[in-house]
């Protein structure tokens, strides 16, 4: 493993231990060129997956792309980095066991609409905007007066249990 700090070609590991989630092998190394010390993360990748873009467009899929959506839509919130690497560990495992090594934008998007639903309301929404492409004040309107049939749904259903 290079060093990203002086580009050494030799480190050595100091710790490893498997994340909360088990889903990557977190490692603690160390450059004995310039003393730095860095984290790494070992993830299994079952399958290398291309994503289909509008237009016949096609491109590798990128875990970190996914991650960095997430954050943007929940930027300021109270939700911790964990949470949102749980959350994109999950989305890519269903999406490799699914099978297929071509899978369509609008499928991943579905997918972090509903982890971001289940993270943060007002992180679903700002996805959503961008996702849905509102390009009004009603679009947001709209999908506002869906959410809350949806969450009185919810909480009706809870009472007659």
Do not use: W
Request: proline share 4%; charged share 35%; glycine share 4%.
């Amino acid at each position: 493993m290079r060093c990203p700090f002086c580009g050494s070609q030799e480190t050595q590991v100091k710790d490893s231990r498997p994340t909360e989630d088990n889903s990557a092998i977190r490692r603690r190394r160390a450059c004995p060129e310039c003393g730095a010390r860095f984290t790494t993360f070992e993830r299994v990748q079952l399958r290398e997956m291309t994503v289909l873009k509008a237009g016949d467009r096609r491109q590798p899929f990128d875990r970190d792309k996914l991650i960095k959506s997430m954050q943007v839509a929940l930027r300021k919130r109270p939700v911790e980095l964990e949470q949102i690497e749980k959350a994109a560990n999950s989305i890519v495992r269903q999406l490799e066991t699914m099978g297929d090594a071509d899978v369509a934008s609008h499928l991943i998007g579905d997918m972090v609409m509903k982890a971001l639903a289940r993270l943060d309301t007002v992180g679903y929404v700002r996805y959503a905007s961008v996702y849905k492409d509102f390009s009004k004040p009603e679009d947001f309107n709209s999908f506002l007066s869906d959410i809350k049939d949806i969450h009185m749904g919810r909480e009706e259903g809870a009472t007659d249990e």
